[in-house]
């Protein structure tokens, strides 16, 4: 009989149990080789594969042919395709249909790659400079850096927005393109773009160069890495080291932390570049970069969802309770993470790499797809009690929409991985292998996370020899337990590391895994008494009403215990569905898996209370709804902050006026300008106006005059982090004495921003 045999390979950072070339531990599958099968990814992904093949490539292409002087075969789409990063979309469509084409192997997607690509070619030639792009504008800002002239802003280069990082997904597109379809003529245009690219920027001092990448530019040094992996050209590889971002790379590659204000996605691809250019070159700081950037990012930005940032940025490390808003983790950040993540995996095959990859993909990706039609989220809001948004099918084209379009094909890039004889089972998908080379297909039933248990069934002309390593995720509840043709096995592969299964493997062998799970909770690194719910890799949300209803207060849970078997029990009929028993304030609650939240409001996040402070956040409520009560008896006027008809109905005026959302509220501003409003005021009564600001908002200062008489200087400089608050102006007699309105005008210092201001009210004084 043929015995088995489990190791326990280390996790957190472990070493892998062999090292195959290049100094890899593992290598990832082709995309082709992986099939999905019946599941909630499966159905994801069929639901991108409809919006791909709705959408017309000719409307995506419409810019390209108009910027290089041919006629538009059709009208170009709306939203962001409209504006300055025009041409990011088709980009991202390009990897979409040619991963979809690997993934299902349709050739509707590989007839529509190769549509593209000639299409791409022709705009390439009629330009005759290896330039093709649909950035309006896009030629004057390339010539005026070739002639060194640069104006850089953080999302701007010579008055566009961010034309590298738009040239960046279309030369990614392109590789894709190549990689996955066999494409010759995508890698010929990938190569005349980047040629473009180092003669537009040969001239460009050091110090210049380093300027320049201050606006977000994308994974331009992945992308010139990648080619120069492609063809061997040591130009590109010598470009993608220019294209390297010293003013956030150099602190990283000494471990410094300087995340803390920084945008978070402009940031992750430069990461992911330095990852790539390490396994073709082999520099030792391009990998410390990325190892230490990877912990950071997971271990102290990230919330339990897998995601990071708020309002698109970094925040302090350890520092998230303040920072649960309507803006938290952009769906960008963690496609870039898992990309990064898969790289890292790669490198030394540790658990805690492929924990975060299930992490992320379960609870974010998988759940930024709207069910009904397969539109994408751009942010995943973490204030308890709001709800996600999505984009529209043809109108919308923001750089999530451009991401998702990818996210939903390419599933099955990360279940998989192997070394030279070994196999390495990361995820528990629904999903069939096809190892050509080892002349094995291994084939992954199961229900999987209704249940801990996966199957495996191998099929092989041939025996073959090696070894089967199989997670065992830190999340798991106890010993997972492993059977090879019914026969069981003694698995010492503790949470965090690998079980694995040495033998001989012969046609109809099959492996029962079992993980078992358990709930349990994961608080805010900086707040104990305000955790997230899991199951295993789950987190589970409650539903907290229709969108459309009143939004909830904050719920709380009332526990003797910190241990959730104490205080829930199963739903029964729903495998995922957990009920609190008396724990819920101000009511029990059902939890169920946040990837399938979708049209209403929800909580992640649980304050953690006493009895005495239920009661004692309840009086605060019920105070704070007698203090609006009395708000709105006294209030003469009102202005609805970004509301087209409120705001108009008060004469909004001003110059370099901006706005925008945050935590459900609109804001105005104006960055050395000014804006004003008219309002109704009472004659002869004391009046006062009072504004609403964000507490966290930092080194802002204007004036607030009314009828331009300055009543008021008001700095806002982190004043309430994390939080809104009021701001009360008594209007002197003189201003309001036989008026029935007057006009409130809030104005720039010098080099600074008036706002923002989230609400505005004309109140009757109290007595």
Same mark, same amino acid.
């Given at each position: 009989?043929?015995?088995?045999?489990?190791?326990?390979?280390?996790?957190?950072?472990?070493?892998?149990?062999?090292?195959?070339?290049?100094?890899?531990?593992?290598?990832?599958?082709?995309?082709?080789?992986?099939?999905?099968?019946?599941?909630?990814?499966?159905?994801?992904?069929?639901?991108?594969?409809?919006?791909?093949?709705?959408?017309?490539?000719?409307?995506?292409?419409?810019?390209?042919?108009?910027?290089?002087?041919?006629?538009?075969?059709?009208?170009?789409?709306?939203?962001?395709?409209?504006?300055?990063?025009?041409?990011?979309?088709?980009?991202?469509?390009?990897?979409?249909?040619?991963?979809?084409?690997?993934?299902?192997?349709?050739?509707?997607?590989?007839?529509?790659?190769?549509?593209?690509?000639?299409?791409?070619?022709?705009?390439?030639?009629?330009?005759?400079?290896?330039?093709?792009?649909?950035?309006?504008?896009?030629?004057?800002?390339?010539?005026?850096?070739?002639?060194?002239?640069?104006?850089?802003?953080?999302?701007?280069?010579?008055?566009?927005?961010?034309?590298?990082?738009?040239?960046?997904?279309?030369?990614? &597109? !392109?590789?894709?393109? #190549? /990689?996955? =379809?066999?494409?010759?003529?995508?890698?010929? $245009? @990938? +190569?005349?773009?980047?040629?473009?690219?180092?003669?537009?920027?040969?001239?460009?001092?050091?110090?210049?160069?380093?300027?320049?990448?201050?606006?977000?530019?994308?994974?331009?040094?992945?992308?010139?890495?990648?080619?120069?992996?492609?063809?061997?050209?040591?130009?590109?590889?010598?470009?993608?080291?220019?294209?390297?971002?010293?003013?956030?790379?150099?602190?990283?590659?000494?471990?410094?932390? &300087? !995340?803390?204000?920084? #945008? /978070?996605? =402009?940031?992750?691809?430069?990461?992911?570049? $330095? @990852? +790539?250019?390490?396994?073709?070159?082999?520099?030792?700081?391009?990998?410390?970069?990325?190892?230490?950037?990877?912990?950071?990012?997971?271990?102290?930005?990230?919330?339990?969802?897998?995601?990071?940032?708020?309002?698109?940025?970094?925040?302090?490390?350890?520092?998230?309770?303040?920072?649960?808003?309507?803006?938290?983790?952009?769906?960008?950040?963690?496609?870039?993470?898992?990309?990064?993540?898969?790289? !890292?995996?790669?490198?030394? /095959?540790?658990?805690?790499?492929?924990?975060?990859?299930?992490? @992320?993909?379960?609870?974010?990706?998988?759940?930024?797809?709207?069910?009904?039609?397969?539109?994408?989220?751009?942010?995943?809001?973490?204030?308890?009690?709001?709800?996600?948004?999505?984009?529209?099918?043809?109108?919308?084209?923001?750089?999530?929409?451009?991401?998702?379009?990818?996210?939903?094909?390419?599933?099955?890039?990360?279940?998989?991985?192997?070394?030279?004889?070994?196999?390495?089972?990361?995820?528990?998908?629904?999903?069939?292998?096809?190892?050509?080379?080892?002349?094995?297909?291994?084939?992954?039933?199961?229900?999987?996370?209704?249940?801990?248990?996966?199957?495996?069934?191998?099929?092989?002309?041939?025996?073959?020899?090696?070894?089967?390593?199989?997670?065992?995720?830190?999340?798991?509840?106890?010993?997972?337990?492993?059977?090879?043709?019914?026969?069981?096995?003694?698995?010492?592969?503790?949470?965090?590391?690998?079980?694995?299964?040495?033998?001989?493997?012969?046609?109809?062998?099959?492996?029962?895994?079992?993980?078992?799970?358990?709930?349990?909770?994961?608080?805010?690194?900086?707040?104990?008494?305000?955790?997230?719910?899991?199951?295993?890799?789950?987190?589970?949300?409650?539903?907290?009403?229709?969108?459309?209803?009143?939004?909830?207060?904050?719920?709380?849970?009332?526990?003797?215990?910190?241990?959730?078997?104490?205080?829930?029990?199963?739903?029964?009929?729903?495998?995922?569905?957990?009920?609190?028993?008396?724990?819920?304030?101000?009511?029990?609650?059902?939890?169920?898996?946040?990837?399938?939240?979708?049209?209403?409001?929800?909580?992640?996040?649980?304050?953690?209370?006493?009895?005495?402070?239920?009661?004692?956040?309840?009086?605060?409520?019920?105070?704070?709804?007698?203090?609006?009560?009395?708000?709105?008896?006294?209030?003469?006027?009102?202005?609805?902050?970004?509301?087209?008809?409120?705001?108009?109905?008060?004469?909004?005026?001003?110059?370099?006026?901006?706005?925008?959302?945050?935590?459900?509220?609109?804001?105005?501003?104006?960055?050395?300008?000014?804006?004003?409003?008219?309002?109704?005021?009472?004659?002869?009564?004391?009046?006062?106006?009072?504004?609403?600001?964000?507490?966290?908002?930092?080194?802002?200062?204007?004036?607030?005059?009314?009828?331009?008489?300055?009543?008021?200087?008001?700095?806002?400089?982190?004043?309430?982090?994390?939080?809104?608050?009021?701001?009360?102006?008594?209007?002197?007699?003189?201003?309001?004495?036989?008026?029935?309105?007057?006009?409130?005008?809030?104005?720039?210092?010098?080099?600074?921003?008036?706002?923002?201001?989230?609400?505005?009210?004309?109140?009757?004084?109290?007595?």
């Amino acid at each position: 009989m043929l015995t088995m045999g489990f190791v326990l390979v280390a996790a957190m950072g472990g070493v892998a149990p062999e090292t195959v070339d290049s100094g890899m531990a593992a290598h990832a599958f082709a995309l082709s080789s992986v099939r999905l099968l019946p599941g909630p990814f499966e159905q994801a992904m069929d639901r991108d594969l409809a919006y791909l093949l709705r959408l017309e490539p000719d409307r995506l292409l419409s810019g390209f042919r108009k910027e290089a002087g041919l006629e538009p075969k059709a009208e170009v789409y709306g939203g962001w395709e409209t504006q300055g990063v025009a041409g990011h979309s088709l980009g991202h469509y390009l990897s979409a249909c040619s991963m979809a084409w690997a993934s299902t192997g349709d050739g509707r997607f590989a007839e529509r790659v190769r549509y593209i690509v000639d299409e791409l070619a022709a705009c390439q030639a009629a330009n005759g400079n290896g330039y093709a792009g649909a950035i309006p504008g896009g030629k004057d800002a390339f010539a005026a850096i070739e002639r060194g002239e640069l104006q850089v802003k953080p999302f701007e280069l010579n008055g566009i927005w961010v034309p590298w990082y738009t040239m960046h997904k279309v030369l990614a &597109g !392109l590789l894709d393109a #190549h /990689a996955h =379809t066999g494409n010759a003529r995508a890698l010929d $245009v @990938a +190569r005349g773009l980047a040629d473009f690219t180092e003669r537009v920027t040969r001239g460009l001092t050091a110090e210049q160069f380093e300027s320049m990448l201050a606006c977000e530019h994308g994974g331009m040094n992945e992308s010139l890495a990648e080619l120069y992996g492609r063809t061997g050209d040591a130009r590109y590889l010598a470009l993608s080291r220019r294209f390297h971002h010293q003013a956030v790379l150099g602190p990283l590659s000494q471990g410094v932390d &300087g !995340l803390p204000g920084l #945008h /978070a996605n =402009t940031q992750i691809p430069k990461i992911t570049g $330095v @990852a +790539r250019r390490y396994e073709l070159a082999g520099a030792v700081e391009d990998r410390a970069i990325a190892s230490f950037f990877w912990d950071r990012v997971v271990q102290h930005h990230s919330y339990a969802t897998g995601g990071h940032s708020d309002r698109e940025h970094f925040g302090p490390p350890d520092r998230l309770s303040g920072r649960l808003g309507t803006e938290t983790t952009e769906t960008c950040n963690t496609y870039n993470m898992l990309k990064l993540t898969r790289h !890292l995996f790669c490198w030394d /095959a540790a658990c805690e790499k492929a924990d975060f990859y299930e992490r @992320a993909l379960y609870n974010h990706i998988l759940g930024s797809q709207n069910p009904d039609d397969g539109m994408m989220c751009y942010y995943i809001p973490l204030k308890p009690g709001h709800f996600k948004t999505y984009s529209t099918p043809f109108d919308s084209f923001w750089c999530c929409t451009g991401t998702g379009m990818e996210n939903h094909v390419r599933y099955g890039e990360a279940i998989y991985f192997h070394g030279r004889d070994s196999l390495y089972v990361n995820l528990f998908i629904p999903s069939e292998l096809t190892w050509e080379e080892k002349g094995l297909t291994v084939r992954q039933d199961t229900a999987f996370p209704e249940t801990g248990e996966t199957r495996l069934r191998f099929a092989c002309k041939q025996p073959v020899e090696l070894t089967l390593y199989l997670r065992s995720p830190g999340w798991a509840a106890g010993l997972p337990q492993a059977r090879v043709d019914g026969e069981p096995g003694t698995v010492s592969a503790h949470p965090g590391g690998y079980a694995a299964i040495h033998r001989t493997w012969r046609d109809g062998d099959v492996v029962t895994y079992t993980i078992p799970m358990s709930l349990r909770l994961e608080p805010l690194p900086d707040n104990p008494d305000c955790a997230a719910i899991l199951y295993g890799p789950l987190v589970l949300a409650a539903d907290l009403g229709p969108i459309d209803g009143p939004a909830p207060g904050t719920p709380a849970l009332v526990t003797g215990s910190r241990h959730p078997a104490d205080w829930t029990s199963r739903v029964e009929g729903k495998p995922l569905a957990f009920r609190t028993t008396g724990a819920g304030r101000p009511n029990d609650v059902e939890l169920t898996p946040f990837y399938a939240m979708h049209g209403r409001r929800y909580s992640v996040y649980w304050d953690f209370l006493t009895g005495e402070a239920w009661q004692q956040r309840e009086a605060e409520r019920e105070a704070e709804e007698a203090r609006r009560k009395d708000l709105d008896a006294r209030t003469v006027d009102s202005v609805v902050i970004g509301d087209d008809a409120s705001e108009t109905a008060h004469g909004l005026a001003g110059e370099n006026m901006g706005i925008g959302p945050h935590q459900d509220r609109v804001w105005r501003h104006a960055p050395g300008g000014w804006f004003s409003y008219t309002v109704k005021v009472v004659p002869d009564a004391p009046m006062e106006l009072l504004c609403i600001y964000w507490g966290g908002e930092y080194q802002r200062a204007f004036d607030v005059l009314v009828d331009d008489v300055k009543i008021a200087e008001q700095r806002l400089h982190n004043d309430k982090p994390g939080e809104f608050f009021e701001q009360a102006y008594p209007l002197p007699p003189e201003l309001t004495r036989g008026q029935e309105s007057v006009t409130v005008k809030f104005q720039a210092h010098a080099d600074n921003t008036a706002g923002g201001v989230f609400g505005l009210r004309v109140l009757q004084a109290k007595p």
